[in-house]
């Protein structure tokens, strides 16, 4: 077998951008942030002694080539559709770079690792529902509500979240989406409030817009404009804001239709 073939041991150089490739897929596809993506990709390959090496990491896309005077040429572009954050398998990711140089592991065995990774199960509907539920519930306490309002934030938080997952995900586009969203949790709470289930109508609306606010995009857009990645913090950034503005239209639309039809206060 001819040395310019082999990488550390077995290693072929393609083999091992493609497995760095489908780890960064991995990361950036669950809402990891751009340096993470870029250090474990690097961190893959310099361990299996790739040394050439250079990724371009954006909000939705890898950019990756290797190959010098003794390594073969290699490029690649993969582009890497926005989805929910899903830190449990950024955090499988990132546990499994590191165990590459601990425990020594093959490039066999590391495209088994991320397989397995890929293929991770994700909580199931009657958990996202319950969680929204709670959630909504809570941060409406630490807002100022009180105990009846909690209630009726935990309650728009459930059918807020079956909205979700079986209408808007599936059959309309984000910002149809969130609009809906919002205004289907202020209708609930208004309802909730005209029938005396709730004392603060706006802290009922506060908590149960939560599970619509996109707090992992945010974040991340802040931090990469912090490492210097202006064009994905940017990005992503923008894309925060947007779920922003739709839910506050969405809850604008409904509270404007409510004063219509009823002609007083809502608050």
Not at 78 to 104: G, M, T, W, Y
Not at 136 to 141: A, L, M, V
Not at 233 to 243: N, Y
């Amino acid at each position: 077998m001819k040395t310019d073939e082999i990488v550390t041991g077995m290693a072929d150089e393609s083999m091992v951008l493609e497995t760095a490739m489908e780890a960064g897929h991995i990361l950036l596809e669950n809402g990891a942030e751009i340096f993470r993506v870029e250090e474990t990709m690097d961190r893959i390959c310099r361990h299996f002694g790739v040394k050439s090496d250079n990724f371009f990491v954006l909000s939705n896309g890898i950019f990756a080539t290797g190959g010098d005077g003794k390594e073969r040429t290699f490029a690649k572009v993969q582009h890497i559709p926005v989805r929910a954050a899903r830190l449990d398998r950024v955090v499988a990711v990132n546990q499994l770079s590191r165990e590459v140089e601990e425990k020594n592991l093959t490039i066999g065995e590391v495209q088994a690792r991320l397989r397995q990774i890929q293929d991770m199960p994700g909580k199931s509907e009657l958990m996202q529902i319950l969680a929204s539920g709670v959630g909504s519930g809570c941060f409406c306490y630490l807002f100022g509500g009180s105990l009846m309002d909690s209630a009726a934030a935990f309650a728009a938080g459930l059918i807020l979240y079956v909205y979700v997952l079986r209408v808007s995900s599936p059959h309309l586009s984000k910002i149809v989406g969130n609009i809906g969203g919002g205004a289907l949790v202020t209708l609930i709470c208004i309802l909730c409030y005209r029938l005396g289930f709730g004392e603060h109508l706006n802290h009922m609306i506060i908590g149960s817009i939560i599970p619509l606010v996109p707090g992992v995009p945010f974040t991340n857009g802040i931090r990469d404009i912090a490492d210097g990645d202006y064009i994905s913090g940017a990005v992503r950034l923008l894309d925060a804001i947007l779920v922003f503005l739709c839910i506050a239209i969405g809850v604008g639309v409904m509270f404007t239709l409510y004063r219509r039809l009823t002609g007083g206060a809502m608050l």
